[in-house]
């Protein structure tokens, strides 16, 4: 838990550190009920994670599931995806629908979030 002494007194910013994984990869972090995730290192000290880092979007999509914890791990499951065929380089229409009006291209996957 990460701590920061202001004058007399000691702020806990997070919770127990908790474990998410990231694309294979194992994330530490807190979840503050304020401020939200904020990730750490081993020894608990805040990590800075860029913007596009995917336990942002991770984390996201585990706490619009409900927040699931086990055994100290954020639990998630990836949302389902929405397969599109690209028509041209704008635009893409569903693969059933290609599939109908005998359209092929390259499938693309998009997230359903």
Known sequence: ??????????????????????????????????CGPMP???RGNPKHLAARHPFWRAVTIWATQGYQIFEGRAIYAPPPTTRLVKVDKRNAIQEDEAKRLGITGEIIEVPDY
């Open 1 to 34: 838990m990460s701590c920061i002494t202001i004058g007399q007194f000691h702020v806990k910013l997070g919770g127990p550190d908790l474990g998410i994984n990231v694309g294979g990869e194992d994330v530490l972090f807190e979840n503050h009920p304020y």
């Open 40 to 42: 750490v290192g081993k």
